[in-house]
């Protein structure tokens, strides 16, 4: 049982990203690709945290009547995984912008309809 | 004595600098992105003598390695950001006239963004950032695949973007195994811990790091994208995309397996793959009978399979081969897509059949063309054959017999280049239009001052380092070994203070 909480954050993270994955290969309809884009990103972040958790220690934020020998978990995962989802928060809005333009464009979300250039 | 750090900060400050300036001006605006990134030039232009020297590094925050985020301007990453400050700048300035959809700021600022990315990628010291950089220049090229809201340009910066962030999410992943192995992110402290860690480990974030740079790098089988993102997008666009952006993706995969992860035994595949690439794109380009833009980027997916080939090769004069040959596809595809751009505006269509004796009406353009596509050939008079030479005689003198089929394998596929490319100059030069001025686009002229003069520029370079290799040599011998010492990369950065 130790073993299965040890690893769970690591599972989570993997599986989510083997979803993401499948979903951006496997569907067909252009915004359930890009939800696949969604849970390949959120799969990373649960795979950085997961890096850099520690069991039994809090969040490395120092507050006033906070002891400063606290132990903390590693704050560089936490502080990329940051950057990480402003990046994602910005490719996703682009994605959709431009998933509205293909609509406008071809009036279907489809992509096996999307065709005007050899894929 | 300036900063290198301007080199980065220049162009990230001029990118929101110009939509601001577009407010009041629209024609100041215009002139943000060739002044950023010719200010760029010269600063790196100055810094070079010293570079050679001794490499520099900048440590942000006032921390000492491995404790900041530090940038390590060496022989390799400087010569490579002069080359994207010269290239950006002569794209920028044969966007001015070039680029006329509304709003024009978004499109110079995206270009600026694009160009911040590229010189932070090839300049910064730290994997993290290096990802960050990375996805300011995707980010950036996505958005001007898809500038001018046509339906092939939507449909390319869709695929571009489903694909590159799938490669994007394979490098974070990558990212997150080397901290949770190292416990570090600044590249040259990953580097003195990388013999303490399991070989398997390595091999399995080494892959993920090939796997997630090869899909902005365009290795096959990650190239889908390219063909239909170069092809749609403006050629201005398709030439920094070609120049500077594929290019990216080959520094960090090189940079990867040498200076960080030292794997000698993972050059043979990455020879292996780029020579399959070699071949495929060469084969696909030839195919290409109709559209100019879809068979340029073909050729650049060829080209970068024969520099991926020579990084593999791992002598220095392999690597100095690469370098050699990564510099000259850089000025030559970008004249190639300049020149294309506006043959096809002249032309009125992307096909070939229509621009039959285009060079009667375009003779400067027509000529500029030629020079380009000979040295990517590997015509002798021009840039691309030196090149060439020094990567045939690098895998021949590694005497395995491997790499003496690569060669001869790559020697091949440079035949096939040949056949197309000449394909095209002929068609430009001897056919179509026999009969006189009726036959052939009759009201092409040629491309105006603020197009030719890049055009121009570029050639005379692609003449002048294939005459005087010197120009260039001295530098990327210096970068080529850079590269290939990575004990003198990690004690120049951890003994910076």
Partial sequence: MQQVANYMYYAGGGGLILIGLYMVMAKTNLVKIILGLSFLDTGTHVLLVAIGYVRGRTAPIFSEGMAETTPVVDPVPQAMVLTAIVIGVGVLGLALALAIQVYRHYGTLDVRNIRGLKW | ????????????????????????????????????????????????????????????????????????????????????????????????????????????????????????????????????????????????????????????????????????????????????????????????????????????????????????????????????????????????????????????????????????????????????????????????????????????????????????????????????QLVNHALAKCLLFLAAGYMIYRAGSKKLSDMQGLARRMPLTAVAFTVAAFSLVGLPPFAGFMSKLSIVSAALKTGRSAYVAFAAIALAATVVEGGYFFRVVQGLYFRGGSKGESVGPTKAKEAPAAALIPILVLAALVIAIGVYPQLVTNVLDHAAKELLDRGAYITNVLEAL
Wanted: proline residues 5%.
């Fill in chain 2, 1 to 324: 004595m300036v900063s290198p750090s301007l080199l980065v900060a220049i162009p990230l400050a001029s990118a929101f600098a110009a939509p601001l300036v577009g407010l009041g001006s629209k024609k100041l605006a215009k002139c943000i992105p060739p002044l950023a990134l010719a200010a760029n030039l010269v600063i790196g232009l100055l810094l070079l003598p010293r570079v050679l020297e001794k490499a520099i590094v900048v440590s942000i925050g006032g921390f000492p390695p491995p404790f900041c985020i530090n940038l390590m301007v060496g022989p390799l990453g400087l010569s490579l950001a002069i080359l994207i400050s010269l290239v950006g700048l002569l794209i920028s300035i044969y966007a001015t006239g070039y680029i006329k959809t509304e709003p024009t700021e978004k499109y110079h600022a995206l270009f600026l963004l694009l160009a911040t990315g590229a010189l932070g990628i090839v300049l910064t010291g730290d994997i993290f950032n290096l990802f960050v950089f990375f996805e300011i220049l995707c980010v950036a090229s996505y958005g001007l695949t898809a500038y001018e809201k046509d339906r092939a340009g939507t449909e390319a910066a869709m695929k571009y973007l489903i694909q590159g962030t799938v490669g994007s999410t394979f490098i974070l992943v990558a990212i997150g195994f080397l901290y949770g192995l190292f416990g570090t992110l600044n590249m040259a402290d990953i580097a003195t811990k990388v013999p303490s860690a399991e070989p398997l480990h390595l091999f399995l974030i080494l892959a993920f790091f090939v796997v997630g740079f090869g899909v902005e790098a365009a290795i096959f089988p990650l190239n889908a994208w390219l063909p239909d993102a170069h092809s749609s997008a403006p050629s201005s666009v398709s030439a920094i995309l070609s120049a500077i952006a594929i290019k990216t993706g080959v520094y960090a995969i090189a940079r990867i397996t040498y200076t960080l992860m030292n794997a000698q035994g993972f050059l043979i595949f990455i020879s292996l793959i780029g020579i399959i690439t070699l071949v495929v794109g060469e084969i696909a380009a030839y195919r290409q009978k109709d559209d100019i833009k879809r068979m340029l980027a073909y050729s650049s997916i060829g080209q970068i399979g024969l520099i991926v080939f020579a990084i593999g090769i791992g002598t220095s004069l392999g690597v100095f081969g690469a370098l050699f």
